[in-house]
Nanobody, 125 residues
Framework: QVQLLESGGGLVQAGGSLRLSCTAS????????MAWFHQIPGKEREFVAG????????SYSDSMKGRATIARDNTKSTVTLQMNSLKPEDTAVYYC??????????????????WGQGTQVTVSS
């Protein structure tokens, strides 16, 4: 079992930045691929960024590529998502997710075994 706790959401103006953090507990952190998803009410959960267990491979959605950086610290069991140049359409609940297996970064929500409770990100225009 893996427990995930997100923090760092909030309200920011368009063009601003936010850094989301996710702390994991309960299992060997480095053996899990980690990812961030977001969800707008009434829509499906969408992949934002992912990182392999060792942290050597990353993947980003087309909408976030160039504006976001995902990173992990396996000694602290944390994964972060730095988002810059935020846009109103980035407004959503952001979820941290963990997947057993350290290599493949899935972009599908059902590829992930564990989820945090979510943190709201609101970007005002």
């Amino acid at each position: 079992q893996v427990q995930l706790l997100e923090s760092g959401g909030g309200l920011v103006q368009a063009g601003g930045s936010l850094r989301l953090s996710c702390t994991a507990s309960g299992s060997t952190f480095s053996s899990h691929t980690m990812a961030w998803f977001h969800q707008i009410p009434g829509k499906e959960r969408e992949f934002v960024a992912g990182i392999s267990g060792p942290g050597t491979t990353t993947s980003y959605s087309d909408s976030m590529k160039g504006r976001a950086t995902i990173a992990r610290d396996n000694t602290k069991s944390t994964v972060t998502l730095q988002m810059n140049s935020l846009k109103p359409e980035d407004t959503a609940v952001y979820y941290c997710a963990a997947k057993t297996g350290s290599v493949f970064i899935s972009r599908a929500p059902d590829g992930y075994n564990y989820w945090g409770q979510g943190t709201q990100v609101t970007v005002s225009s």
